[in-house]
Structures are given as C-alpha cells and as structure tokens.
C-alpha cells in the first residue's frame, strides 16, 4: 500500500479536501456534497469562495476524523449542493381509508387495539365511533410569561394496554392520568413555568416486568415515574444531588419498555437528545435520568430541538437533522445506538415527523408521508397528501387526523403498511 497525498499509508477517506486542511485538526470547513448519498469533499473558506476550483486531496479516514471532529460537523460552516436519495420503490397499496370525525378532534393515540380521540370545549376522550366519552378535567392554557413562539396545545398518549391514558399541554405546564377503565384522574402532573413554551410535555407509558408505568415531568430539569393506577411516586428523590442544566422535552419509550429518550435541550441554547435505561431507573437507581451510568448524550445541535424522533428497535433511534445548528442542517436521519451512544448509520432525506412499524421508517412533512429502508437509506413508498401522527403496535396502522379548514370537513385517516420483505 502506497502512501497517500497527505502522507499517511492507510485507508482513503471518502471525501477530499483542498491542501489547506490536509494535516489540520479541527479546522472550519465548507461541505461540498457530491451527489453520492452524504459523500462530500472538504474546502476552506479561501478555496470555497475561489474563482479557480482548487486541487482536492486524496486523504485518509484520520485526516478525514480530525478535520470533521469524528463526524459530529462542529466545525462545518456550511452545506453546498444536494446529497444523493437512493429509491427502491416497492409494489404497494396505497388506499388510505377515511372515517368522518368532529372539527373538535385535537389529537389521537393508539389504545388496546383501538384508537382514542382527544375532544375539546369540554376537553374529553372518545372512541373514533363516539360511542364512549369520557370528560376530563384539565385546561390548555398558556403559562405564565408564555412568549408565543409556540402556543399551547393539547397532546393525548395512552398505554399499549389500554387501561390509561394521559391529556397534556405541550408547550404547556400541565397535564392528567385518567383510568379509562373507571373514568378517575389518577395523576395530576406539573413540570413548572421554565421555558416550557420550548418543548413538548415529557410524558409516555411503557412496561417494566410486566408492570404499567408512566415517565413524567416533574419540573422544568426533572422527570420521575409514577404507577398510573394509584399515582404512586416510584422514583423519589430526598434530596436534589446537583443541579441539572437540561430542559426536558417529548420522551419516546424502546418498544421493550426498557429504555427512554428525550428531545430536549440546555443553555445556551442546544439541542441535546439524551437516552437512559427505564428499567434501571425503576429497580436499581432513582437518579439514573440524571446521571446514571447509561445515560446518554447523544448528539448536540445549536438551537435546534423539537425535532423527529422515533425508535428503529429495541435500543435504535432515530433523529432528524444532519448538521452542527439549525442554520446549518440538511434533510436526514442520524441513527444511534443507546445501549453505547454511538451514531451507527446517517443517510439524506426523511425531514419533519418520524414514525416507525419496525422495519421501515416513516417520515410526515407538508407534502405526505415517505417510507424508508433504516438499513440502506432508501426510499420505498411515497403517499402524497397523507400526514399520519401515530403508528398502531397492535394493528400495524399508521393514522392522523386531517387538519380543520374551511369548507372542509375532518377525517380520521388510516393506512396499513404492506409487510415489510425483511419481516
């Protein structure tokens, strides 16, 4: 093996760079993106901006890691072109079926092997059919110093079982746990004023050994887990160990129950999606949302949160944006492993809300929903027009409701993924 333009005897990285940054470590960059997936070669800011195009390098994987930091783009000051789309479109039915709901429809959540609605004015729950109602006491109201960059709106979750489900303000200070089975608040939740116009109520159920319990936040910088039929506190704390500087978001349960994840962030400010194990949290360490040996960072973004989030599998997740901040990001997944924090695959395209039945990732932007391949980056389905929130586990549905427009009444809408050929 010969030795290469930046001297080293070694592997070629997959990109070049102009000869300014060969030997550098950490220098700012442009990315010029070839056309080849996420492939791009590296420039300076002279040669970026150069009349001439400069002379590109043939340079190792190392001066490839040292130059963009081991991927994480801290010092990338700029995309230029467009990343490669692989397509491998599969035969499918796209017949999405629609049911005629109420205008007062604000959210919907797989329950048992139904689906719940979330009505207000008064804010109560109900079957798709209306045949069941349930009023529940809770208000979306906008918190005190609330700042308008996102207004209060009411989310509904429940659990796979359909014993309980959960009424929240996202972007709000609030929220319930009601018995469906009885029709009792069983839990009154309460995460504090600070910022939480900023993100999404921390809320999801999940099974620990065969035990229902709901992770909630409790304040702005804490989130516990509580027994949904009692209200139960499982996860006291006496004493605050130290301060945590983290703003908690939406929290995603592992299929398995056995993990969360949260979309959340921190001065000054960045967005920092972390994971933790849930199981240990519950039997071991009550401060393992904080600090405990399997919590992770897994990537940070300069203000950038709220973001698609979902998991692939058991310990795989899936998050949106590609880029160092939210000035300077492209349309794709990065994908980590929690039970390590390592990023194991990137590829360009899905954007806005990520959903996923277990074998192909889904993503819902203003245009409809795209299907993915997580292993290879491919897309495989599109459906125009069809913007679905949730994923059924039990009835292998992807559903949502249209939006209220005039002259237009609303829908319930739902579509079942044909399955997957790696099933």
Known sequence: MEALPCGHVALAGTGRMCAHLAGREEAPFYAHLTGNGLEFDLRCPDCDTATTPPELL??????????????????LLGWRGE?????????????????????????????????????????????VDGSREIEVPVAFDEPPGFRGQHAPRGAL???????????????????????????????????????????SFPLAFLEIGGREVVAHGTDWNRVDLSDPETGEPLTPREHE????????????????????????????????????????????????????????WLCQRWYHWNTGMCWLGDHTLAITGIGPDDEIMIDGVRIFDVSTGAEVRRFAGPRGRLLSDGHRLYSVD??????????????????????????????????????????????????????????
């Open 157 to 199: 979750h429940a659990s796979r079982s359909g014993r309980f489900a959960a009424v929240v303000t996202d972007h709000g200070q609030r929220g319930v746990v009601v018995n469906l089975h009885t029709a009792k608040v069983t839990l009154s939740m309460d995460r504090g004023t600070a910022h939480v116009e900023q993100t």
């Open 58 to 75: 043939t340079v190792c994987e190392g001066c490839v890691s040292r130059v963009t930091a081991d991927g994480t783009l801290d010092e």
């Open 83 to 127: 990343p490669g789309v692989a397509e491998r479109l599969e035969p499918a039915d796209l017949t999405v079926r629609d049911e005629p709901v109420r205008d007062d429809v604000l959210d919907l959540a797989p329950c048992g092997s139904d689906w719940l609605l979330l009505r207000e004015n008064p804010v109560r729950l109900s079957t």
């Open 366 to 423: 203003e245009s409809g929903s795209t299907a993915w391949d997580p292993l290879t980056g491919e897309k495989t389905l599109v459906l125009d027009g069809f913007h679905p929130s949730r994923w059924h586990p039990e009835t292998g549905e992807l559903a949502g409701v249209t939006p209220c427009r005039a002259g237009s009444p609303r829908s319930f809408r739902r579509w079942r993924p044909p399955r997957s050929s790696s099933c």
């Open 241 to 296: 160990r130290h301060h945590l500087d983290y703003f908690y978001g939406a929290l995603r349960a592992s299929p398995d129950g056995r993990w969360l994840a949260s979309d959340g962030w921190a001065w000054s400010p960045a967005g920092l999606p972390c994971s933790w194990n849930a199981e240990r949290w519950l039997t071991e360490n009550v401060w393992e949302s904080e600090d405990g040996p399997t919590r992770r």
